[in-house]
């Protein structure tokens, strides 16, 4: 084992007794929250803290429905404040000081909310403070805490398309107060980018299996790179720099879990490195690397991108099940939590990223 790469320690592994769909840091603190449902079938808040290398359970909410996903995207670093998303479709905001009842909640989706994001908070993203849910119902919606009922945006599929379940959402572009964009991954392997600024599609793609987990390597830059991953084990990264008229974006792509990609999550603290969580409880580290140019011109003379490449750097098994869940935390590197449906959450500590 060569000492000189990252190490991935399991440092803390907890049993619960739910099933954990979600799992995220507090801001500015050692705590995290965990986020799921009971065999009962009702939803579960849990926040834990790490003292003396033990996890304390700081406070347990029961909730009527299921909860599916979370972030603090949205929120300010005085308030930090929890939107989740739950099994009913709907959208609501916790302070999780007070969290007997939210302190904004709207029904957004007639089915359940899949998947959510943030922007605009934590001092990440110029502009208002916005989330975007994505549902099984088919649509992608933008809303803003402070205007109640109905969402900023609405994007949902024509009169008379068929309706794709929507996995996965994320925010990206959110580099100046006008420009912002969401991209949504679907069941049937479609990549769709929506430009808020001008209401417009302004790029898809269909990558041939289900798009589980989609994420910018940053929220508030000009648009640098995205990840997608997929139901076969398959990611791939796109350069989102260099947008060719009729040839989109260059990518990557890496087969590397023989299972599905729940999940990938850059580091905070450098943008090139993810982690990709998968189907058969491991988890991948890799580090993307640029080409020596990131255009060329085409037979047509104009520009198009040119994709990297990815390397490996560590891959741990964790679990027998799939890991569903992964955070880095904003504050400390190489720190992270991770949960996984053997009902457990872990936190992980990975060594030497300051040296990849």
């Known amino acids: 084992m060569s000492l000189e790469k990252p190490q991935i320690i399991a440092h803390i592994q907890k ?9 995220q840091w507090i801001p500015c603190s050692a705590k995290f929250v965990c986020m799921g449902n009971f065999a009962r079938g009702s939803g579960v808040l849990q926040i834990y803290e790490i003292q003396h290398g033990e996890l304390q359970l700081v406070r347990e909410i029961e909730k009527a429905k299921p909860i599916k996903c979370g972030t603090f995207g949205a ?37 359940i909310i899949n998947s959510i994001d943030g922007v605009g908070g934590l001092g990440i993203g110029d502009g208002a403070p916005e989330i975007v849910t994505g549902s099984r119902d088919g649509t992608v ?45 679907y069941d049937n392997g479609d990549i769709k980018l929506f430009d808020l600024r001008n209401m417009s599609l302004r790029w898809e793609t269909n990558i041939k299996n289900g798009v589980c987990s989609v994420e910018f390597d940053r929220k508030d830059i000009n648009m640098n790179k995205l990840v997608a991953t997929s139901l076969e084990g398959k990611f791939h990264v796109f350069d989102m ?43 991948h580290l890799w580090k993307y690397e640029y080409p020596a140019q990131r255009t060329k011109k085409g037979a047509d003379d104009v520009d198009m991108g040119v994709a990297g490449s990815v390397n490996l750097l560590q891959n741990v098994t964790l679990s027998t099940q799939p890991i569903s869940s992964l955070d880095w ?18 936190v992980l500590i990975v060594t030497k990223l300051n040296t990849v």
């Open 329 to 346: 935390s904003p504050d400390k590197q190489g720190l992270c939590v991770c949960s996984s449906f053997d009902q457990s959450v872990r």
């Open 241 to 283: 720099r260099t947008q060719h008229p009729t040839k989109g974006f260059a990518s990557v792509s890496e087969k590397a879990h023989k299972s599905t990609i729940w999940q990938v999550r850059h580091l905070p603290q450098n943008r090139d490195i993810f982690m990709t969580a998968g189907g058969a409880g491991n988890l």
């Open 15 to 23: 049993s619960l007794n739910y099933t954990v769909f979600d799992s």
């Open 141 to 185: 919606k933008v809303w803003d805490s402070r205007q109640k009922d109905t969402p900023v945006v609405n994007m949902e599929p024509m009169e008379g398309e068929t309706k794709r379940d929507c996995w996965t959402v994320a925010f990206g572009h959110a580099f100046n107060d006008q420009d912002r964009c969401v991209c949504a991954g």
């Open 75 to 111: 929120t300010s670093l005085q308030q930090r404040h929890l939107a989740t998303g739950d099994f009913d479709g709907s959208l609501n905001v916790w302070n999780l000081e007070v969290p007997e009842s939210p302190v904004y909640s709207v029904k957004a989706h007639k089915e």
